[in-house]
């Protein structure tokens, strides 16, 4: 079992930065494999990083060159560092874990934050 919580959410104009983090607790073995996925509304979920245990990553096309997924294993946290933001990057942000490795971007992760909010505007 491993429980996730986000933060760092907010409102930026296109072309600003956040940086989203998500504390996870509970066995390491269920965060072999973490990343994150966003949502708008009326679209459905997509990948957008993902980060394995041996710190190998991978990016969703519309955000590679943007933002970069990294994770402090001593503070227990995920980062996803967003730069040169866009209206279409507006979505609610969720942090996801799995015990499994290699599920990349797929929406199969077993364990997930309740999201955090980013609203960029134009």
């Known amino acids: 079992q491993v429980q996730l919580v986000e933060s760092g959410g907010g409102s930026v104009q296109a072309g600003g930065s956040l940086r989203l983090s998500c504390s996870y607790f509970?066995?390491?073995?269920?965060?072999?494999?973490m990343g994150w996925f966003r949502q708008a509304p009326g679209k459905e979920r997509e990948g957008v990083a993902h980060?394995?245990?041996?710190?190998?990553?991978s990016y969703a096309d519309s955000v590679k060159g943007r933002f970069t997924i990294s994770k402090d294993n001593a503070k227990n946290t995920l980062y996803l560092q967003m730069n040169s933001l866009k209206p279409e990057d507006t979505a609610t942000y969720y942090c996801?874990?799995?015990?499994?490795?290699?599920?990349?971007?797929?929406?199969?992760?077993?364990?997930w934050g309740q999201g955090t909010q980013v609203t960029v505007s134009s």
């Open positions: 996801a874990a799995d015990g499994r490795d290699g599920l990349g971007l797929r929406d199969e992760y077993n364990y």
């Open positions: 509970g066995y390491p073995d269920s965060t072999y494999c």
């Open positions: 980060i394995e245990w041996d710190g190998s990553t």
